[in-house]
């Protein structure tokens, strides 16, 4: 074993295998299997289900085509290369997304009855369906605009249905719910958020957040101004001024259908520069300037612009977006904020025409945030960046996790914290789980949205859910619609 390898994840090593076309060694061990490119000094560590049946390796060996066959009291394991371009990556996981994740035209995770086989799918509610849905809606958005395929269009709107119905079915006007369910699948659901309507045909999950906000004020107006006919564009002016109305005459926020303040349902000043002060100032001031910036920009309602003016010169929001990154990591890193903080500054810096507010706050506030987070190697937060940076912003590094994330998207449990080769951090993250100081290649770590924990080092899954492709397919065919990325 090279000294640059060492030391190793796990040991003891049982025995190796030699290619020498390739240059490249593989290691069988009682906790796994262990490669090492030795040509480019490059070690990776394979075990888990998703790519073992038990993690004790009794031998390894090398197939004529240069593949790992891995022996395991369980069975054996073939560990295989697949050369294919990002595309046909992007095709294989928009196959599975609308195959085993499609629930009424909302994307999300689905449960697996038997862990790890994909064809025991049930597509199941999310407790963000809007949010995720409006990604997907964006990145299929983004490929129609690029590629001109029918399939995305239909796709998208399919979704856009999907988010107009979230968005008008309430009896509440304006008030956008979580997510929906045909009536004879809502027994059994817990009545404090899951409310039957009077209709008695739907129900619907309620105590939206403003992570919903987020993702209606992101996808609808990419779908606005890159697909929509005129008819849609319509509705989408109806939807956006129903539902910027009904938070901005209830002073900033987001009430529910018995009139209180959503859980987690604030913008308004007093709230923002007060109790956001401990984590979420600078994110919750950033939505609602990029709500209200997104809102003229399609009604072309100067009363949006007023306000917007408003929480700017009376409020400082403008400011309080600049140190949004240092103010959410002051009390402890949240992925999902900065998700949410990417999501709203995109549209938000695309139709801001202030040159000072634009480049001076808005610009720099996702650069400083790119900037520290660049070592997670995130694909979404670099290339939304680039769309703005133009140059230097490391789209290598963005592809080459695009390139590292499996094919095989179900959540596999994940175990990292005993290897030998991992510093890990003092601090365990904001749900007391341990995480390591760098984020592995993302062939080790289970497959995840943007907004968990990418240091995680141990996770707890099983097989029981397929993750979503959306996290993939969202930041490439961003990066094609912006040609950062070639067809081929």
């Known amino acids: 074993i090279p000294e640059w390898a060492r030391p190793l994840p796990v ?24 490669f090492l490119d030795l040509q480019h000094r490059r070690k990776l560590y394979f075990a888990s289900k998703r790519w073992l049946p038990n993690d004790d390796v009794i031998s390894v060996e090398i197939t004529y085509e240069g593949h790992a066959l891995a022996r395991t009291p369980s069975g054996d394991s073939l560990i295989m290369r697949r050369y294919i371009t990002l595309e046909q990556k992007a095709l294989h996981f928009e196959h599975i997304t609308q195959e085993r ?17 994909v064809s025991s799918f049930i597509l199941i509610p999310d407790d963000n369906d809007g949010q995720w849905t409006e990604m997907y809606l964006a990145a299929e958005s983004f490929r129609f605009a690029t590629t001109g ?45 899951w409310h039957m309507l009077p209709t008695g045909d739907w129900c619907i999950k309620s105590d939206t957040s403003v992570d919903e906000l987020v993702g209606h004020y992101f996808g ?45 349902g604030h913008w308004e000043p007093e709230w923002v520069n007060t109790h956001g002060r401990l984590g979420d100032q ?3 001031s950033l939505q609602a300037l990029s709500a209200l910036r997104s809102a003229y920009h399609i009604t072309r309602n100067e009363k949006y612009l007023q306000k917007y003016d408003y929480l700017i010169k009376e409020h400082r929001y403008h400011r309080n977006t600049l140190k949004q990154k240092e103010i959410s990591d002051r009390h402890q890193i949240n992925h999902d ?50 769309a703005f940076a133009e140059h230097d912003f490391r789209l290598d590094l963005a592809v080459q996790t695009l390139r590292e994330i499996p094919l095989d998207l179900v959540m596999w449990s994940v175990r990292n914290s005993h290897r030998a080769d991992i510093a890990a951090a003092q601090r365990p993250d904001r749900f007391k789980n341990l995480q390591s100081l760098l984020v592995l ?40 619609y912006y040609d950062m990325i070639q067809e081929n």
């Open 282 to 284: 600078g994110l919750n």
């Open 441 to 480: 290649p993302y062939t080790e770590i289970q497959t995840m949205r943007w907004a968990d924990n990418m240091y995680q080092l141990d996770t707890n899954s099983d097989g029981n859910y397929e993750a979503c492709a959306t996290f993939w397919l969202l930041p490439y065919w961003m990066a094609r």
């Open 220 to 264: 609808l107006p990419i779908y606005y101004d890159l697909v929509a006919d005129e008819t849609e564009k319509e509705t989408i002016r109806r939807l956006i001024t129903n539902l910027t109305d009904y938070i901005v005459d209830n002073g900033y926020r987001l009430l529910d259908e018995n009139g209180k303040v959503t859980t987690h």
């Open 337 to 386: 904020s900065d998700e949410m903080a990417l999501l709203s500054f995109y549209n938000l810096i695309r139709y801001e025409t202030d040159p000072e507010l634009r480049n001076k706050y808005y610009l720099e506030g996702m650069r400083l945030s790119w900037l520290k987070d660049l070592p997670e190697r995130n694909p979404e937060q670099i290339i939304f960046y680039g």
């Open 11 to 34: 040991e003891p090593v049982r025995c190796v295998t030699l290619n020498t076309r390739d240059n490249e060694l593989w290691a069988a061990t009682p906790l796994g299997l262990i």
């Open 149 to 193: 395929d029918p399939e995305a269009l239909r796709n998208a709107r399919e979704s856009f249905q999907a988010m107009e119905r979230l968005l008008t079915i309430s009896p509440v006007k304006g008030y956008p719910v979580r997510s929906v369910l045909p009536a004879d699948e809502c027994k059994g659901k817990d009545t404090s958020i």
């Open 101 to 117: 994740h499609n629930r009424l035209g909302m994307i999300a995770n689905s449960l697996l009855k038997t862990p790890g086989d």
